[in-house]
């Protein structure tokens, strides 16, 4: 076991009562210990201190040798004020009330009160330290001043420059923690004011965050904007599936749709952050395209029918077929439990073992780099952070998986890593990258097979890999004794199979990190693509794969097709092997939650709940399963894809009913090896890493 750091402590004292500190601790911070509050505007407990709005006002005194007592002549900022030996500080002297009363006065001078229409009413900082810390009355009856009203910054953010209290918080975030520097002060004095480099749109990835950390209503979202108060909304803790990293969030929802999405803390996960692709791009399931009742298709038009016509007509369609003739493609953003019924039914009851998840242009086998890698272990996303080196090879992090970018860049930011980066375009990882090795595309392989010779001490191919992948041999070179001096970990996601030699790219990446005593994690994109990994939703012995399953509805070996949570038009490349093939599926069931071209083609379409509409588990890209509690109730008589198909199964095969997800979760423990330890009892606190 490695040996626990030594923190130095330093004795203080709070209010006269003693206490024990890290050395350095902000006073901010060290208050919290004995459940006492210093009121703040613009410290955040993740990103530096600037003492900018001074509400943390508090007294300190240090003791004399003679006994005495000396105070300091004037009140310091506590989000700045590091704990020392011997300090004594007040949080709830006469003097402070005053100051904060006065801090409070000179913020509220130019602050419009427009509390009953801002956003932020009800739920406002600014509205709870002025009630709890500020002055009883006004003294100003002077006109405030007045600025344009509902600017947009972006699509998703609108700025409201009248509140603005110039905490920079918003600044501090984009240059801190995403990175992108997008926003900083223009002017000074009381014309200072947040804005974008010449006014353009405020487009990073990570925008929406700068809305939950204004601590007014200076900047709000576009999309929540005047459509609901904080007391009309019901809130609920959910999982994000709009990518694989699995980002714990708040959703609010009002007459069962989803106004607001906010980051939930998950200190292993995503902190507290979101990226806005998950803050966002839930408002999608409030379409008015969503499925809502069983179809059945009639000549040339599908007809609403009950779910028990639904049944008995898929049972019609598979009449007379055999396992060969079957076949499933389910989605990576389906929860566990409706992967393992499904591969309950198709393998185990229909006994098909044409079965696949994935709908990349290239697809391992299981026994290829890639299949192995898939349910291989993967370092924890939280683990980034104690890190020296790390490399990213192959993808573009932001985009990909944009809360580990946040991990990674917050390793360089704060504790000094020393990034490298290995891709065949620009990414956002180059702004901070130690390392930049840019290589032309199709050679990733190349690249790869130099950087391990290197590391293992022979470099007499650098010349060679320097013509071929056009990155200069000295930044090899010098990646690679970083890499191995380091052992730094490598980060490369699924997306890699679908560029040229990427199989042998993962088998060179391999090699390096066992050179460089470190580990190779080859990340998933989708919400669930780990878990059907994991469960191996993947074509038995002779079954087929995705393309193969195509190809077999074209020829007409494949008679049934099932596609659950899956739109091949939009996810599949071949666009008219597509359409050939639902063309030429004597019989196609298509479950699903919104309507798309998949739709037309289909004999039979289920309607599926939404991921705020179920209860199940998601796998994210670290291998951790978390629960994801139903958050509203679904529209129509839309079902979770595990019930569904739960009830067709004993309609086939009659068995022991599963009544609930929980039990689901029970049977796929009971029959899927990673799975062993896991169940929705351990699943209740951040979620559980398989073994």
Same mark, same amino acid.
């Given at each position: 076991?490695?040996?626990?750091? +030594?923190?130095?402590?330093?004795?203080?004292?709070?209010?006269?009562?003693?206490?024990?500190?890290?050395?350095?601790?902000?006073?901010?911070?060290?208050?919290?210990?004995?459940?006492?509050?210093?009121? /703040?505007?613009?410290?955040?407990?993740?990103?530096?201190?600037?003492?900018?709005?001074?509400?943390?006002?508090?007294?300190?005194?240090?003791?004399?040798?003679?006994?005495?007592?000396?105070?300091?002549?004037?009140?310091?900022?506590?989000?700045?004020?590091?704990?020392? &030996?011997?300090?004594?500080?007040?949080?709830?002297?006469?003097?402070?009330?005053?100051?904060?009363?006065?801090?409070?006065?000179? #913020?509220?001078?130019?602050?419009? *009160?427009? %509390?009953?229409?801002?956003?932020?009413?009800?739920? $406002?900082?600014?509205?709870?330290?002025? @009630?709890?810390?500020?002055?009883?009355?006004?003294?100003?009856?002077?006109?405030?001043?007045?600025?344009?009203?509902?600017?947009?910054?972006?699509?998703?953010?609108?700025?409201?420059?009248?509140? %603005?209290?110039?905490?920079?918080? %918003?600044?501090?975030?984009?240059?801190?923690?995403?990175?992108?520097?997008?926003?900083?002060?223009?002017?000074?004095?009381?014309?200072?004011?947040?804005?974008?480099? &010449?006014?353009?749109?405020?487009?990073?990835?990570?925008?929406?965050?700068?809305? &939950?950390?204004?601590?007014?209503?200076?900047?709000?979202?576009?999309?929540?904007?005047?459509?609901?108060?904080?007391?009309?909304?019901?809130?609920?803790?959910?999982? $994000?599936?709009?990518?694989?990293?699995? %980002?714990?969030?708040?959703?609010?929802?009002?007459?069962?749709?989803?106004?607001?999405?906010?980051?939930?803390?998950?200190?292993?996960?995503?902190?507290?952050?979101?990226?806005?692709?998950?803050?966002?791009?839930?408002?999608?399931?409030?379409? +008015?395209?969503?499925?809502?009742?069983?179809?059945?298709?009639?000549?040339?038009?599908?007809?609403?029918?009950?779910?028990?016509?639904?049944?008995?007509?898929?049972?019609?369609?598979?009449?007379? @077929?055999?396992?060969?003739?079957?076949?499933?493609?389910?989605?990576?953003?389906?929860?566990?439990?409706? #992967?393992?019924?499904?591969?309950? *039914?198709?393998?185990?009851?229909?006994?098909?073992?044409?079965?696949?998840?994935?709908?990349?242009?290239?697809?391992?086998?299981? +026994?290829?780099?890639?299949?192995?890698?898939?349910?291989?272990?993967?370092?924890?996303?939280?683990?980034?952070?104690?890190?020296?080196?790390?490399?990213?090879?192959?993808?573009?992090?932001?985009?990909?998986?944009?809360?580990?970018?946040?991990?990674?860049?917050?390793?360089?930011?704060?504790?000094?890593?020393?990034?490298?980066?290995?891709?065949?375009?620009?990414?956002?990882?180059?702004?901070?990258?130690?390392?930049?090795?840019?290589?032309?595309?199709?050679?990733? +392989? /190349?690249?790869?097979?130099?950087?391990?010779?290197?590391?293992?001490?022979?470099?007499?191919?650098?010349?060679?890999?320097?013509?071929?992948?056009?990155?200069?041999?000295?930044?090899?070179?010098? !990646?690679?004794?970083?890499?191995?001096?380091?052992?730094?970990?490598?980060?490369?996601?699924?997306?890699?199979?679908?560029?040229?030699?990427?199989?042998?790219?993962?088998?060179? @990446?391999?090699?390096?990190?066992?050179?460089?005593?470190?580990?190779?994690?080859?990340?998933?994109?989708?919400?669930?693509?780990?878990?059907?990994? &994991?469960?191996?939703?993947?074509?038995?012995?002779?079954?087929?794969?995705?393309?193969?399953?195509?190809?077999?509805?074209?020829?007409?070996?494949?008679?049934?097709?099932?596609?659950?949570?899956?739109?091949?038009?939009?996810?599949?490349?071949?666009?008219?092997?597509?359409?050939?093939? @639902?063309?030429?599926?004597?019989?196609?069931?298509?479950?699903?939650?919104?309507?798309?071209?998949?739709?037309?083609?289909?004999?039979?379409?289920?309607?599926?709940?939404?991921?705020?509409?179920?209860?199940?588990?998601?796998?994210? *890209?670290?291998?951790?399963?978390?629960?994801?509690?139903?958050?509203?109730?679904?529209?129509?008589?839309?079902?979770?894809?595990?019930?569904?198909?739960?009830?067709?199964?004993?309609?086939?095969?009659?068995?022991?009913?599963?009544?609930?997800?929980?039990?689901?979760?029970?049977? /796929? !423990?009971?029959?899927?090896?990673?799975?062993?330890?896991?169940?929705?009892?351990?699943?209740?606190?951040?979620?559980?890493?398989?073994?």
């Amino acid at each position: 076991m490695a040996a626990v750091a +030594d923190v130095q402590t330093v004795n203080i004292s709070i209010n006269d009562i003693p206490l024990q500190v890290p050395k350095g601790e902000m006073i901010v911070e060290s208050v919290k210990r004995l459940g006492l509050e210093i009121p /703040i505007f613009c410290y955040h407990p993740r990103m530096k201190p600037v003492g900018m709005c001074r509400m943390c006002l508090v007294e300190c005194a240090f003791k004399m040798p003679d006994g005495s007592v000396r105070k300091m002549p004037k009140p310091q900022a506590g989000c700045t004020l590091p704990a020392s &030996e011997g300090l004594m500080v007040y949080t709830d002297t006469e003097a402070i009330h005053k100051d904060r009363k006065g801090v409070l006065e000179f #913020l509220l001078i130019n602050h419009p *009160l427009d %509390c009953p229409i801002c956003d932020r009413g009800g739920e $406002c900082p600014l509205q709870n330290n002025t @009630l709890a810390y500020g002055p009883s009355t006004s003294r100003f009856v002077e006109l405030k001043r007045h600025a344009p009203k509902a600017f947009p910054l972006s699509q998703y953010v609108t700025l409201d420059l009248e509140r %603005c209290i110039q905490c920079g918080r %918003c600044v501090r975030f984009t240059e801190e923690i995403s990175g992108d520097s997008q926003l900083a002060f223009r002017f000074r004095g009381g014309r200072m004011q947040p804005s974008t480099f &010449e006014m353009r749109d405020f487009d990073s990835k990570f925008s929406g965050n700068v809305i &939950e950390i204004c601590p007014v209503g200076a900047l709000t979202s576009t999309k929540y904007r005047f459509r609901a108060r904080p007391w009309d909304l019901q809130t609920r803790p959910a999982t $994000c599936t709009l990518c694989s990293n699995g %980002c714990s969030v708040h959703m609010d929802y009002r007459a069962d749709e989803i106004v607001r999405i906010n980051g939930r803390t998950n200190e292993a996960v995503n902190e507290e952050w979101t990226c806005d692709r998950g803050k966002f791009g839930h408002y999608k399931f409030n379409s +008015d395209k969503r499925l809502k009742l069983p179809h059945v298709r009639n000549t040339n038009s599908l007809s609403p029918v009950s779910w028990a016509e639904a049944y008995a007509s898929i049972l019609g369609g598979l009449d007379g @077929l055999k396992g060969p003739e079957i076949a499933v493609i389910a989605g990576g953003t389906r929860t566990n439990e409706d #992967l393992f019924t499904l591969k309950h *039914l198709f393998h185990d009851t229909l006994k098909s073992a044409n079965m696949d998840y994935r709908v990349s242009a290239n697809l391992a086998t299981p +026994d290829s780099p890639f299949g192995v890698a898939a349910t291989a272990t993967k370092l924890p996303i939280a683990s980034y952070e104690s890190k020296k080196a790390i490399l990213v090879f192959g993808t573009s992090l932001a985009d990909e998986e944009p809360i580990l970018f946040l991990r990674v860049r917050k390793a360089w930011f704060k504790y000094g890593a020393k990034v490298v980066v290995a891709t065949d375009v620009p990414t956002d990882v180059d702004s901070f990258a130690h390392v930049i090795l840019r290589y032309r595309p199709g050679t990733g +392989d /190349i690249l790869a097979a130099g950087l391990a010779s290197v590391a293992a001490g022979d470099a007499s191919a650098l010349s060679t890999v320097e013509a071929a992948t056009g990155v200069r041999a000295t930044d090899i070179a010098s !990646a690679a004794a970083i890499l191995k001096e380091n052992a730094a970990p490598i980060i490369a996601t699924s997306s890699l199979i679908d560029q040229q030699g990427g199989a042998e790219a993962l088998t060179q @990446l391999n090699a390096l990190a066992a050179i460089s005593g470190s580990i190779c994690s080859v990340y998933s994109t989708t919400a669930n693509e780990q878990g059907a990994a &994991e469960l191996g939703f993947l074509p038995g012995k002779g079954g087929r794969n995705t393309y193969e399953i195509l190809q077999g509805c074209v020829n007409g070996e494949i008679k049934f097709l099932w596609l659950a949570g899956v739109d091949l038009f939009a996810e599949y490349a071949d666009q008219k092997l597509v359409e050939a093939a @639902l063309e030429n599926v004597e019989f196609l069931v298509v479950q699903d939650v919104l309507q798309s071209e998949t739709v037309g083609y289909a004999s039979v379409v289920l309607p599926a709940t939404a991921p705020s509409e179920a209860d199940g588990s998601y796998t994210n *890209l670290e291998r951790r399963v978390q629960r994801s509690k139903p958050v509203m109730s679904a529209p129509g008589e839309s079902k979770p894809v595990w019930r569904a198909v739960a009830e067709l199964s004993l309609r086939i095969k009659p068995e022991a009913p599963l009544f609930n997800a929980g039990e689901v979760m029970d049977r /796929i !423990a009971a029959k899927t090896p990673a799975f062993a330890n896991v169940a929705y009892a351990t699943l209740e606190d951040g979620g559980q890493i398989l073994e």
